[in-house]
């Protein structure tokens, strides 16, 4: 299933069931007084927040929803039934935004329910019309319209860490050598097209697309998954060893991040020296110096290419998201490889 993270669908709610005339009957007399019932009400449109990043997905191709309208009064002053809602899973960290109403929701929580459009109520009966001066009311009213209109939907990715640099930095090998992830691996840009989740025991390592200049402008991939950043609690930010001035490559993603705002630059922060296999132990240490003295970042460094360098990073990161005393995302959420 590919991964979706911007969708607008169009739902109504259900328009509420007529009233009716309808009228007792007895032995004494073939009409006796009125006993019309009144109409149920219309199903609601209910988003519910679920724990699944590529619900969105399901919204792709089928945009159209409606609840169910209420059932018509019946005899004996008997309400009609109320039209079921139509539930609309939604991932999340789902931003909500309903332009014939000017609102705009959240969705938080796993099971939270927003509802978005009210259907209509019911229309009223002839029993409801019995006075004094009117014994043998002919009246009722029609059900009222649910209210119906766009729902545009946009995702952003909850995770524990987020993995960032230029294109080719190494960030689906590391993800993958990290977790059971499959992110696309190619020696050109833009391989990951889409956001890949990890689990990383029992923490969420999410993939981010590449980042070139010009992404927080609308330029390459970047604009469209720079919003996930926003959510995740600590940024890898991966820059290649064989990058002829890797603090080049490091300060023009962070211009990025800047550029777009939302906190990002404000986040905790880890520099990653990757690919480390391709320089010397000297070249190494030289710009592990270079990055730590010009950022002010921790920097670690690592190769996939060598189980060992693997094994001693992931300990450290294990210990650093341990240290932050988090509760891993995967109790709250399933870990999802959203390239299914």
Not at 93 to 122: A, D, L, W
Not at 152 to 169: R, T
Not at 201 to 215: M, Q, R, S, T, W
Not at 226 to 248: F, M, N
Request: with cysteine; charged share 25%.
């Amino acid at each position: 299933m590919a991964f979706v993270d911007e969708v607008t669908i169009y739902a109504a709610a259900g328009k509420g069931g007529d009233g009716v005339i309808r009228w007792r009957r007895t032995k004494e007399k073939a009409k006796g007084g009125p006993s019309g019932g009144d109409g149920g009400r219309g199903g609601d449109v209910i988003l519910v927040g679920v724990r699944d990043y590529a619900a969105l997905a399901n919204y792709k191709y089928e945009k159209k929803f409606k609840a169910e309208d209420g059932e018509a009064g019946k005899n004996e002053l008997q309400t009609g039934a109320d039209g079921e809602p139509v539930l609309l899973k939604v991932p999340v960290g789902t931003h909500v935004r309903v332009p014939s109403v000017g609102k705009e929701y959240e969705v938080k929580e796993e099971g939270e329910r927003i509802i978005i459009f009210r259907g209509g109520k019911g229309g009223l009966g002839n029993a409801r019309f019995k006075s004094s001066t009117n014994r043998n009311p002919f009246q009722q009213t029609a059900g009222k319209p649910g209210k119906e209109g766009n729902i545009e939907l946009s995702l952003k990715l909850i995770a524990d860490v987020g993995l960032i640099g230029l294109p080719n930095a190494g960030k689906s090998s590391l993800l993958n050598a990290l977790t059971r992830a499959k992110s696309k691996i190619g020696d050109y840009p833009f391989t990951t097209l889409e956001p890949t989740l990890g689990d990383f025991y029992g923490y969420i390592l999410a993939d981010i697309p590449g980042l070139i200049e010009g992404a927080s402008a609308g330029r390459g991939l970047g604009i469209k998954f720079l919003k996930h950043i926003e959510r995740t609690g600590i940024l890898l930010h991966l820059v290649s060893a064989d990058q002829d001035d890797p603090l080049k490559a490091y300060e023009e993603v962070c211009k990025e991040l800047e550029a777009f705002g939302q906190g990002l630059t404000r986040k905790r922060e880890i520099i990653i020296l990757s690919k480390i296999d391709l320089i010397s132990a000297a070249e190494r240490e030289t710009r592990i110096q270079l990055l730590a003295a010009s950022t002010g970042r921790e920097v670690l460094s690592v190769t996939v290419e060598e189980p060992e360098s693997v094994k001693a990073f992931s300990g450290t990161l294990s210990k650093i998201l341990n240290s932050k005393h988090q509760t891993p995302s995967t109790k709250q959420i399933s870990s999802t490889n959203l390239q299914k």
